[in-house]
Antibody, heavy 123, light 110 residues
Framework: QVQLVQSGSELRKPGASVKVSCKAS????????MNWVRQAPGQGLEWMGWININTGTPTYAQGFTGRFVFSFDTSVNTAYLQINSLKAEDTAVYYC????????????????WGQGTLVTVSS | QSVLTQPPSVSAAPGQKVTISCSGS????????VAWYQQFPGTAPKLLIY???KRPSGIPDRFSGSKSGTSGTLGITGLQTGDEADYYCGTWDSSLSYVVFGGGTKLTVL
């Protein structure tokens, strides 16, 4: 079945980096984009951006430029989110979500979602 | 501050019906389809409704969606205690070129 499986929880110190993985299975990965969504503790969903699997081109939402990097390795069907120069306010659960390249045409939804990866930044 | 506006909470008794609203603008809901997601504590969001009113396979017909102008609405009939969760609306914002979400609505089944 179609599923996205993310890597486990991470604990990092401020200033360090972390790389979260999201392994896709059960579908042709080139037919879908991969989105990333952040959920801070007790807060709502915040879209971080997406990566075009076909071209490798990432698009970042405002507030997620500079320290955030999306990538994809087609040889292992895995998307990655790297966060550099971590800050305490980066503490959150990060989700990947599949989307079928239709957002620009008005039909925009994420399905399925990965189970989430908790990143904790603390000294 | 979310681009889409949802009530923070709604409640109703088991067996009753509840609606959750999602208000936006012409750059998002007004010209794009609305999706709804269900999230239980400690778990990932799950797609409930897409393209305003379509249900993915496996979603009961107790859940319905509609859109009028710049607002979307999620309806849940025959409420069950197992429906207690957070519900989020989402859509594309053509001006921002972003996916945007509502702030979420916590459903309590009394």
């Amino acid at each position: 079945q179609v599923q996205l499986v993310q890597s486990g929880s991470e604990l990092r110190k401020p200033g360090a980096s972390v790389k979260v993985s999201c392994k896709a299975s059960g579908y042709n990965i080139t037919n879908y984009a991969m989105n990333w969504v952040r959920q801070a503790p007790g807060q709502g969903l915040e879209w971080m951006g997406w990566i075009n699997i076909n071209t490798g081109t990432p698009t970042y939402a405002q507030g997620f430029t500079g320290r955030f990097v999306f990538s994809f390795d087609t040889s292992v069907n895995t998307a990655y989110l790297q966060i550099n120069s971590l800050k305490a306010e980066d503490t959150a659960v990060y989700y990947c979500g599949r989307e079928d390249y239709k957002c620009g045409g008005g039909s925009c939804y994420l399905d399925p979602w990965g189970q989430g990866t908790l990143v904790t930044v603390s000294s | 501050q979310s681009v889409l506006t949802q009530p923070p909470s709604v409640s109703a008794a088991p067996g009753q019906k509840v609606t959750i609203s999602c208000s936006g603008s012409s750059s998002n809901i007004g010209n794009n389809y609305v999706a709804w997601y269900q999230q239980f504590p400690g778990t990932a969001p799950k797609l409930l409704i897409y393209d305003n009113n379509k249900r993915p396979s496996g979603i009961p017909d107790r859940f319905s969606g509609s859109k009028s102008g710049t607002s979307g609405t999620l309806g849940i009939t025959g409420l069950q205690t197992g429906d207690e969760a957070d519900y989020y609306c989402g859509t594309w914002d053509s001006s921002l070129s972003y996916v945007v979400f509502g702030g979420g609505t916590k459903l309590t089944v009394l």
